[in-house]
Nanobody, 118 residues
Framework: QVQLVESGGGLVQAGGSLRLSCAAS????????MGWFRQAPGKGREFLGA????????YYADSVKGRATVSRDNAKNTVYLQMNVLNPEDTAVYFC???????????WGQGTQVTVSS
């Protein structure tokens, strides 16, 4: 069993930056890709980006490309999402997930709220 716990959310002003963390328990962290998603009020869950097992490859949604960076530290069982130039449309609950971009995401965190004020 794997547990994922996100942290780092909060209130930030438009134009600001935020780094979210996702800590994983279990011994299989470095055997899986990790992904970041978000869900805004009244909307479906949106893929933001993903990172491969060893961190050598990253993938981003067009909506955040150039503003988001996903990284991981396998020694700490942690994946990060750096978001820059935030705007109110980035307000959402942000989730991390463990699994595969092609085969599906097996485990999800509980989410962390990010609110961007104008």
């Amino acid at each position: 069993q794997v547990q994922l716990v996100e942290s780092g959310g909060g209130l930030v002003q438009a134009g600001g930056s935020l780094r979210l963390s996702c800590a994983a328990s279990g011994r299989t962290f470095n055997s899986y890709a990790m992904g970041w998603f978000r869900q805004a009020p009244g909307k479906g869950r949106e893929f933001l980006g993903a990172i491969s097992l060893a961190g050598g490859s990253t993938y981003y949604a067009d909506s955040v490309k150039g503003r988001a960076t996903v990284s991981r530290d396998n020694a700490k069982n942690t994946v990060y999402l750096q978001m820059n130039v935030l705007n109110p449309e980035d307000t959402a609950v942000y989730f991390c997930a463990l699994g595969s971009p092609t085969a599906g995401w097996d485990y999800w965190g509980q989410g962390t709220q990010v609110t961007v004020s104008s």
